[in-house]
């Protein structure tokens, strides 16, 4: 399946979900912008732990081998699970951010 | 917040770049440069990623071999040397014999964990033997540091990438730029560290 085929079903679903959030829901449209804003607070957070998470993760791989003389790879560091769980982070902090 | 949000819009712009348009694929093959291949002294394969707990090569490490095996039975060098794990090394072994190799054109080396080692290691193998002339196999993105650190060795590198532009599906173009991330880091401590 092409790009643009993954992008035209996203595309479609989304249009989906705003009709049946406006529609069904009767969520108002003009609170989407900050929706989106917070989403995209949300990726920036991601973004944070992720660089917090690598930076910890090199600093464990490299002091093992230097002080404790036992090699771990470096590449294990570079596992997609870490991504996603560093969204997942995000997703916590910003959901407890907005609890309060 | 704000900065948060700008930081959000700079990653989902740059996961859009990275996963819908060709970037990494020119990324790719400008680290692989110009393939060179000529007649040598041996064949380098170098590991990449080990063997499954059941011994089944990964992907990448699949594909050098049989980019290696290629170049061995178009005559190009008579000797074969295979690097990694012990499991790759072993695995690769078995498989490169079952592609009709020779045992004593095999060279393995199983013993470095890093590709800094895995250069002094097929140093020790091959340069007291007067072999200096090398095809080197391995992945476009990984090519240029593996060069440098071959050449560094005291070989003269031919390289031969693997593949020239890469895969076309958004995952693997996001896997690509992942591996070039690492890989920057990468040479990045060679440098710091004085093996570049």
């Known amino acids: 399946m092409g790009s643009l085929a993954l992008i035209g079903i996203v595309a479609l679903t989304s249009v989906a979900a705003y009709l049946v959030a406006t529609q069904c829901f009767g969520w108002r449209h003009d609170t989407l912008p900050a929706a989106m804003g917070e989403t995209l607070e949300c990726i920036g957070l991601a973004a944070i732990f992720l660089a917090g998470n690598l930076a910890v993760g090199a600093a464990l791989v490299f002091g093992s081998r230097i002080f404790l003389d036992r090699f771990i790879s470096v590449y294990g560091l570079s596992d997609i699970a870490l991504v996603l769980l560093s969204l997942l982070q995000a997703i916590v902090l910003q959901s407890w951010r907005r609890s309060r | ?196």
């Open chain 2, 1 to 196: 917040m704000r900065g948060l949000r700008c930081l959000g819009l700079i990653v989902l712009l740059l996961f859009a770049v990275a996963a819908f348009t060709p970037l990494a694929n020119l990324i790719n093959i400008r680290m692989a440069g110009v393939p060179h291949v000529e007649p040598s002294d041996a064949i380098v394969v170098l590991g990449r990623g080990g063997a499954d707990s059941d011994g089944v090569l990964t992907n990448r490490s699949l594909r050098r071999l049989l980019r290696g095996v290629g170049l061995y039975h178009d005559g190009f060098a008579p000797l074969l040397v295979l690097s990694g794990s012990a499991g790759e090394a072993h695995a690769r072994t078995t498989l490169a014999r079952g592609f009709g190799i020779p045992e004593t054109a095999i060279l393995t080396t199983a013993r470095a964990r890093t590709t800094r080692e895995e250069a002094e290691e097929i140093a020790r193998l091959l340069l007291p033997l007067g072999q200096r002339r090398i095809l080197l196999v391995a992945d476009p993105i990984d090519m240029p540091r593996s060069r440098a650190l071959m050449e560094h060795s005291g070989f003269v590198v031919r390289p031969v990438p693997t593949a020239a532009t890469g895969p076309s599906n958004p995952e693997s173009r996001l896997g690509l730029l992942r591996d070039l991330v690492t890989e920057l880091a990468g040479w990045t401590y060679y440098r710091l560290n004085g093996a570049l």
